[in-house]
């Protein structure tokens, strides 16, 4: 199950051709990069609900190359609570079950 997907704009030219760009996980959209991009910078692109797939999809809504310098796929287990019975996600670098808040950042 994903959850978000990190996206490292390149950092040498053309910062701007990475935003608009849609994320997608096999065919479900996860979500966009922001209009407005910049060199060298991180951009993570938190899906509405985890999605399961094994294939990460950029596609630009520009007529133009998209590079990147690097991409990160964070994922989320998906299990349920005996106590309560409701679902919630176990994020890989939590530890415990959480709703989705408190997350810790693999790195800055």
């Not at 910062?15 to 922001?34: E, F, M, N, Y």
């Not at 609570?81 to 790195?107: M, P």
């Amino acid at each position: 199950m994903v959850d978000t997907v990190r996206i490292l704009n390149r950092f040498n030219c053309c910062g701007d051709r990475l935003g608009g760009t849609s994320v997608s996980i096999g065919d479900q959209h996860c979500g966009k990069v922001p209009e407005k991009t910049e060199q060298n910078k991180w951009y993570d692109i938190k899906c509405e609900k985890p999605i399961a797939g094994k294939q990460v999809e950029l596609r630009t809504n520009k007529n133009t190359y998209l590079n990147i310098s690097g991409i990160e796929v964070i994922a989320a287990d998906v299990k349920e609570q005996a106590d309560e019975g409701k679902k919630c996600y176990k994020y890989v670098n939590t530890q415990g079950c959480t709703n989705g808040h408190n997350i810790r950042k693999v790195r800055d």
